[in-house]
């Protein structure tokens, strides 16, 4: 069983950056699909970036590419979200989650194949 913590997120401006960090308990960390999700209020829970195991496999939401950077540290039982060039529609609280499915099953886009998740950290963009 894992626990996650979210970690990072706050109020900035358009146009600026957050890294939000995500440290995972326990040491089976490296056997878990880990993916970051997002939720605005009165919206459904979106994927934004998913990473493998080993880190060799990622994949981002299009709403998202070439703006945020997936990276974990299986040393450190931690997953990153580097978020640049943030825009108000990147409001919301973004939640980390760990997947026990293989990447290779396809579904690390789909929020129910998560078995893991963390309470979540508020990210507002103002204009």
């Known amino acids: 069983q894992a626990q996650l913590a979210e970690s990072g997120g706050g109020l900035v401006q358009a146009g600026d950056s957050l890294r939000l960090s995500c440290a995972a308990s326990?040491?089976?960390?490296?056997?878990?699909?880990m993916g970051w999700f997002r939720q605005a209020p009165g919206k459904e829970r979106d994927f934004v970036a998913a990473?493998?195991?080993?880190?060799?496999?990622?994949d981002y939401a299009d709403s998202v590419k070439g703006r945020f950077t997936i990276s974990r540290d299986n040393a450190k039982n931690t997953v990153y979200l580097q978020m640049n060039s943030l825009k108000p529609e990147d409001t919301a609280v973004y939640y980390c989650?760990?997947?026990?499915?293989?990447?290779?099953?396809?579904?690390?886009?789909?929020?129910?194949?998560?078995?893991?998740w963390g309470q979540g950290t508020q990210v507002t963009v103002s204009s």
């Open positions: 989650a760990a997947s026990v499915q293989s990447w290779y099953t396809d579904n690390y886009k789909d929020s129910r194949t998560y078995v893991y």
């Open positions: 326990g040491r089976t960390f490296r056997s878990y699909v």
């Open positions: 990473i493998s195991l080993s880190g060799s496999n990622i």
